[in-house]
């Protein structure tokens, strides 16, 4: 099994990453689905559940659910008579990484376990989140600048920093998503 991370900060172009891998009939899981959902159901705001949830179950909650989903999700792609094992359950892409304690599980449980970092400078990174305008993201820069502290916080700088593999966003989307097919054909997916 192969499983990929992805990390960056708030509007780096994750998203852009996942969906090309989706298109290549990569399995992908998001860790902030799994804050959105947890939040929704406490009727919190997101930044809250993240910071919440590693207090109340440690810095390795987030990886702890997405290895059981990964496993699930593998066991099951296995059992099924319908399953198209070169596409369907050998990979998996991981949105969201956050955390050193994070890597330091999915390497445990994945030999393969690779990272991807996407930096895109502030300033960029702040206008795609504005076009954006997902519920969790602010139109106010000092907003914008809290929501990177938690994220560093949380020592995503330590796991930019540790990446196998660095892609540079700031030259338009072609470009980008060029770079990414790039990254997937050089793995041979």
Known sequence: MNVIGVSGLPGSGKNIISKIAKKRSI???KMGDIVRQVAEKRDEDSGKTAVDLRKEHGEYVLAKLIIEKIKTQ????KNSENSNKSNTGEFFVIEGIRSQYEIELFRKNFKNFKLISVFS????????????????DSQDYGDFLKRDQRELNFGIGN?????????????????????INNFFDNLKL
């Not at 593998?74 to 792609?77: A, L, P, Q, R, V």
């Not at 502030?122 to 206008?127: G, I, W, Y």
Request: aromatic share 6%.
């Open 159 to 179: 796991v930019i920093a540790s990446s196998d593999f660095i892609i540079i966003n700031e030259d338009g989307l072609d470009e980008y998503k060029m770079q």
């Open 121 to 136: 400078s502030p300033k960029t990174r702040f206008n795609r989140l504005k076009d954006r305008q997902r519920e969790d």
């Open 27 to 29: 399995n992908v899981l």
């Open 74 to 77: 593998s066991n099951s792609n």
